[in-house]
Every structure is written in structure tokens, then in C-alpha cells.
């Protein structure tokens, strides 16, 4: 059974970084597509950004573009989310998903996400 676990999460002040991990087991890896979603509280699950299968394209959301970026070593089963940059409006429960394909588009609605991590935290002081 798939699962994937989030870690790196915690409290920081506005203007620091933090890197997320999001480790996956029971599938096979490198055939599926990564994604970040947060979610703040009273609002809904939003899109992050996502990485394609290879590593080789990614795709962020305005609102974080030149100061989050993903990687995923499929090696290590492992995607990565580097923040910088943050801000209180960053606030949030961060998830990792993954959607099962072999092509290179890039996928912004959690309803096409197959599989879903249990979040980490992220908290931004101003």
C-alpha cells in the first residue's frame, strides 16, 4: 500500500527557510508525479508546485515562484520542497501527493492526485 510521510515542518520567523521531505513507499516512484498542496486554516487546499516523473520539469504556483522550489531524488524515493523566503502568509499544513503517470504535464487540482501524505506543519511569524 502507498504511503507517503512528510517531514521538516516547525515554527520559523518571516524571511528564514525550511526544506520539507516527503519520503514514499509501496509504489513505484519514478512513475509517478510529485506535488506540494498546503492548506491554511479557513481556506482550501491549494496548489504548491509538482516535479514529472524524470525531475526534469517542474511547475509552482505565482504565489511561490522564485522562492520555493521541489527536487525529488528517485533514489531515495524522496521529493523535496526548499522554501525561502518565507512569509506568514506561507502558514500553513503542507502536503505531498502523487499522481500515477508517465508523461510530463503538469497536474494542479488535488482531485487528480492518487495518493496523499498526512501534512507537516508550517508556521511563519512576522
Known amino acids: 500500500q502507498a504511503q507517503l510521510v512528510e517531514s521538516g515542518g516547525g515554527l520559523v520567523q518571516a524571511g528564514a527557510s525550511l526544506r520539507l521531505s516527503c519520503a514514499a513507499s509501496?509504489?513505484?516512484?519514478?512513475?509517478?508525479?510529485m506535488a506540494w498542496f498546503r492548506q491554511a486554516p479557513g481556506k482550501e487546499r491549494e496548489f504548491v508546485t509538482s516535479i514529472n516523473p524524470r525531475g526534469s520539469n517542474t511547475y509552482s504556483a505565482d504565489s511561490v515562484k522564485g522562492r520555493f522550489t521541489t527536487s525529488r531524488d528517485n533514489a531515495k524515493n524522496t521529493v523535496y520542497l526548499q522554501m525561502n523566503s518565507l512569509k506568514p502568509e506561507d502558514t500553513a499544513v503542507y502536503y505531498c501527493a502523487a499522481r500515477f503517470n508517465f508523461d510530463d504535464r503538469y497536474y494542479t487540482l488535488s482531485s487528480q492526485y492518487n495518493h496523499w501524505g498526512q501534512g507537516t506543519q508550517v508556521t511563519v511569524s512576522s
Open positions: 509501496g509504489l513505484i516512484f519514478s512513475s509517478y508525479t
